[in-house]
């Protein structure tokens, strides 16, 4: 059985990355279990700059069917345009202009069936690859990667999430920030997810955003707080308020966050920190998702 482990937050900045990445070695180290590292921040991945020594496994493109319209054949009379929920379609009659913005394009295949004339037809067009690094600490890492100028992370996600193989124990999926349509996608089929914030004015109120993210999708998580020993108190009263579990408070290091900036989070690690990070797999070993 796998067990999926979400991390995710409601703004970018506040230590996502580094609490995935942490989590992803210190399974492999300190349990019986192996983790696969699975990074769903497709606009910009970077969890495997953390891990220079891991080989390049395979990389695969992720293709999304784009129709395209024959304009010798087209008859211009505009049905695939009404159809199209996604106003992907313009069609100039006049001008004898029919094109299809595959920007906008959902691959729906709704133009297909309005056209009378079979004038619209499907190529494969690449949205975004996924590559897969072995590393020497544990599964490796799944990485997706949206191409520049695409607006389909939903499916460079849901593409990516299915190359995971079936016989994984533990799978750490790296969110993206924010709580968009990309984030829902990524923590939808998660088993628990960890909200990671910051005590902070924008910590708070992103951080509220997420936690009415997850309880509408009905998922089981904990916070934790990263830079504890900055900002005020005002998202502790709040969490005690909605009754969150607290996981880990990660204080902040000057050092640290130097090591953040060079890629090299595991060479010196200031021991509150590493105090901080075991926490959390503590209480997910108590809470029975690894073991």
């Known amino acids: 059985m796998t067990i999926r482990i979400a991390v995710a ?39 495997k700059l953390f891990f220079p020594e891991a080989l390049l496994l395979n990389r695969v493109n992720i293709n999304q069917e784009i129709p395209f ?24 009659p006049p001008a004898g202009f029919a094109e299809v ?22 190529q494969d067009e690449p949205v975004g690859t996924i590559t897969r690094y072995q ?16 607006t389909m992370q939903t499916m460079v996600i849901r593409s990516l999430k299915r190359a995971i193989p079936a016989n994984e124990n533990v799978v750490i999926l790296d969110a993206p920030p924010g709580t968009s349509y990309p ?27 997420m936690l009415a993210l997850v309880r ?6 904990g916070v934790v707080i990263n830079k504890a020993n900055l900002g005020n108190q005002d998202i502790y009263e709040y969490l005690r308020e909605e009754e969150v579990e607290i996981l880990s408070e990660i204080p902040f290091s000057k050092s640290y966050a130097s090591q953040y900036a060079r890629a090299d989070l595991f060479s010196e ?16 070993l108590e809470k029975g998702l690894i073991s």
């Open 269 to 284: 690690t200031p021991e509150d920190v590493l105090a901080a990070h075991q926490k959390i797999i503590k209480n997910l």
């Open 183 to 209: 984030v829902v996608e990524t923590i939808s089929d998660a088993d628990y997810i960890i909200l990671v914030t910051e005590p902070t004015p924008f910590g708070k109120h992103d951080l509220k955003l």
């Open 101 to 122: 913005n595959s920007s906008l394009c959902h691959s729906c295949g709704a133009c297909l069936v309005a056209c009378p004339v079979d004038a619209i037809y499907e």
């Open 69 to 92: 319209i024959d304009t010798a054949r087209c008859t211009f009379c505009r049905k695939c345009v009404e159809y199209c929920e996604f106003n992907a379609i313009v069609v100039i």
């Open 216 to 221: 509408e999708i009905g998922k089981p998580f």
């Open 135 to 150: 590393d020497q600490g544990g599964n490796g890492i799944l990485e997706g990667r949206l191409k520049i100028g695409s």
């Open 9 to 47: 937050s409601g703004k970018g900045g506040t230590g996502k990355t580094t609490v995935a990445i942490n989590l992803y070695r210190a399974v492999n180290r300190m349990t019986e279990t192996n983790a696969l590292l699975v990074d769903c921040d497709v606009e910009e991945p970077n969890d």
